[in-house]
Nanobody
C-alpha cells in the first residue's frame, strides 16, 4: 500500500507560480512511477505530468508543456510539480498518483493506469 499526501495548492494570480509536493509513504515490493492529474469543475480528470522511477524520464501534457515541470527527490519519496506562468484555466484540484511497475522507464498518462491516489490539493488562478 502507498499513501500519498499532496500540499502546496492555493490562490495565485495569473502569471504566478506554485510548487506542489506529494509525499509517498508505505511499503511496496514494486517501485512506482508518479504522476499528476487535475480536475476542473464540471470536467473530467485529466493527465498533467508523469515521471518514471528508473531514469527519471518525464512527460507533460501539451497544455502545460514549457510551463510545468515534474521532478522527484533522490529518495524517490517526494514528487514535485513546479507550475509557472499559471493561467486561469489551470484552476483545478490537483491529484498525485502512483503506478507500481517493474518497467524502469515508460510513459503512463492514463488515469486507469494508476493504482494509488492522494486526496487532492486545490489550485486557483485568478485573472
Amino acid at each position: 500500500q502507498v499513501q500519498l499526501v499532496e500540499s502546496g495548492g492555493g490562490l495565485v494570480q495569473a502569471g504566478g507560480s506554485l510548487r506542489l509536493s506529494c509525499v509517498a509513504s508505505g511499503r511496496t515490493v514494486i517501485p512506482y512511477h508518479m504522476g499528476w492529474f487535475r480536475q476542473a469543475p464540471g470536467k473530467e480528470r485529466e493527465f498533467v505530468a508523469t515521471i518514471s522511477w528508473g531514469d527519471g524520464d518525464t512527460y507533460c501534457a501539451d497544455s502545460v508543456k514549457g510551463r510545468f515541470t515534474i521532478s522527484r527527490d533522490n529518495a524517490k519519496t517526494t514528487v514535485y510539480l513546479q507550475m509557472n506562468s499559471l493561467k486561469p484555466e489551470d484552476t483545478a484540484v490537483y491529484y498525485c498518483a502512483a503506478k507500481p511497475t517493474l518497467v524502469r522507464s515508460a510513459i503512463f498518462d492514463r488515469e486507469n493506469e494508476y493504482a494509488y491516489w492522494g486526496q487532492g490539493t486545490q489550485v486557483t488562478v485568478s485573472s
